[in-house]
């Protein structure tokens, strides 16, 4: 629905659209800051601007009241200082918050901030065009992330499916390369990068010669 640029990418009625017809269906949904804040307002349900972690909870809470199973808020928009507290600048932005609600159950992920500029797509490398589950998995934009459906396809459950979907997501900023110039892409083959066994585990062919 906003891009990591912050362009709007659905018009207000196709939102609201979005939020009667599908969040009820939803099994998880997987908003940005700018995207929760969107749908909150379009819904017409106050809340508060987001300035430490209780505040980005009870967003996700109220988020979840409209119908999601549960519901990943994402920070990459919204960086945290030491303190958890929302960073003022650059220079004191120190952890990336995601919190995932649902099931009367809060789940936060923290993971260092990255001063990086490839960025650009997470949301849509998270994105599912097709069905994977038989249960109401509803595919939209950003509502279910592949990484998470393929997850949940493999047998696990949902609190598992999105901490490994965000580690992936991570690993893919922290690997990845300079691509021309503006916002690059992350690196979605950095799990190719391990071996199943260490390179040197083995003797060299002359050790093996009688």
């Known amino acids: 629905m906003v891009s990591t640029s912050g362009s709007k990418l659905l018009p207000e009625e196709a939102v609201s659209t ?18 929760a804040k969107l749908l909150l307002e379009i819904a017409h349900v106050p809340y ?8 980005i909870v ?16 994402k920070g990459g928009h919204l960086p945290l200082t030491k303190g958890r507290l929302v960073s003022k600048d650059d220079a004191d932005r120190d952890v990336v918050l995601n919190v995932l609600y649902g099931e009367g159950e809060v789940t936060m992920m923290e993971t260092g901030y ?8 997470t ?13 109401a998995l509803v595919v939209f934009a950003n509502i279910v992330p592949a990484a998470i459906a393929c997850n949940l396809a493999s047998g696990m459950d949902i609190i598992t499916a999105v901490k490994k979907a965000n580690l992936y997501i991570e ?40």
Do not use: M, W
């Not at 979005?18 to 995207?35: G, H, K, R, S, W």
């Open 171 to 210: 690993a893919g900023i922290k690997t990845s390369k300079d691509l021309g110039q503006g916002s690059g892409p992350i690196n979605h083959f950095h799990s190719t990068y391990t071996l199943p066994f260490a390179p040197y585990a083995f003797p060299s062919p002359s050790h093996l010669v009688p």
């Open 58 to 73: 009870n967003i996700a809470k109220e988020i979840q009241k409209l119908g999601p199973r549960y519901v990943l808020v």
């Open 48 to 55: 508060k601007g987001p300035e430490n972690v209780d505040d």
């Open 18 to 35: 979005l939020i009667a017809e599908l969040l009820p269906l939803t099994t998880v949904l997987t908003p940005n800051l700018p995207e």
């Open 123 to 135: 949301g849509c490398s998270l994105a599912c065009k097709s069905y994977i589950l038989p249960e």
């Open 114 to 121: 990255q001063k990086s500029r490839n960025t650009h797509g």
